[in-house]
């Protein structure tokens, strides 16, 4: 997940706000929240990383559905329909 941020982060830093940069800001945001995702699972299914993270709580399966909803609803709407389909709580229940 390390290298996803990375790029993410110099994708931002490159933004000259075109639609090309733009497109590829989000498709590597998506690719970041799909990572996130993946670790979540791994998580759920190995006790021993949790452990190694200090994370004793199981995941929760709904967080991780909200995490891929998020993921990708930013593959095609814009940053602020999503923010407010998370204000109103969408995330939880599609």
Do not use: F
């Amino acid at each position: 997940m390390h290298e996803e941020l990375v790029k993410l982060q110099l994708a931002e830093a490159a933004n000259d706000g075109t639609r090309e940069a733009s497109v590829e800001h989000v498709r590597l945001r998506l690719q970041l929240l799909e990572a996130l995702a993946a670790e979540i699972e791994e998580l759920k299914r190995n006790p021993e990383a949790r452990r190694r993270l200090r994370m004793n709580d199981p995941v929760d399966t709904a967080t991780t559905r909200a995490a891929a909803n998020i993921a990708a609803w930013r593959a095609y709407l814009p940053e602020d329909c999503i923010s407010a389909m998370i204000r109103d709580g969408w995330h939880w229940t599609t």
